[in-house]
């Protein structure tokens, strides 16, 4: 089984920085795409930002220059450095990891979610 487990979320004031960290542990052979998505109340939920296996990124407009995604392979590790927060950040974000397993191949798996409020 392939667990996935997130933190650094919280509240924070407009302009301010978190850092979200959503690691992988159990039966894990290769990890291809990260991704980090968010869900804001009412609405659908959104693809913020992405690695590929090769390092590259890409992002969503709404927070280009603002997110840097990143990854730590040897720690099955994905990051989403944000800063310049702003109100309409808020949401519950989530990672979702695609994992090759033995017993499931390709698969993908979300963590469980992390809140982030951006309010003065």
């Known amino acids: 089984q392939v667990q996935l487990v997130e933190s650094g979320g919280g509240l924070v004031q407009p302009g301010g920085s978190l850092r979200l960290s959503c690691a992988a542990s159990g039966s894990i052979f290769a990890i291809n795409v990260m991704n980090w998505y968010r869900q804001a109340p009412g609405k659908q939920r959104e693809l913020v930002a992405g690695?590929?296996?090769?390092?590259?990124?890409d992002y969503a407009d709404s927070v280009k220059g603002r997110f840097t995604i990143s990854r730590d392979n040897a720690e099955n590790t994905v990051y989403l450095q944000m800063n310049s927060l702003r109100p309409e950040d808020t949401a519950v974000y989530y990672c979702k990891l695609r994992v090759y397993s033995a017993t499931y191949g390709w698969r993908d798996y979300w963590g469980q979610g992390t809140q982030v409020t951006v309010s003065s």
């Open positions: 690695v590929t296996s090769g390092g590259s990124t």
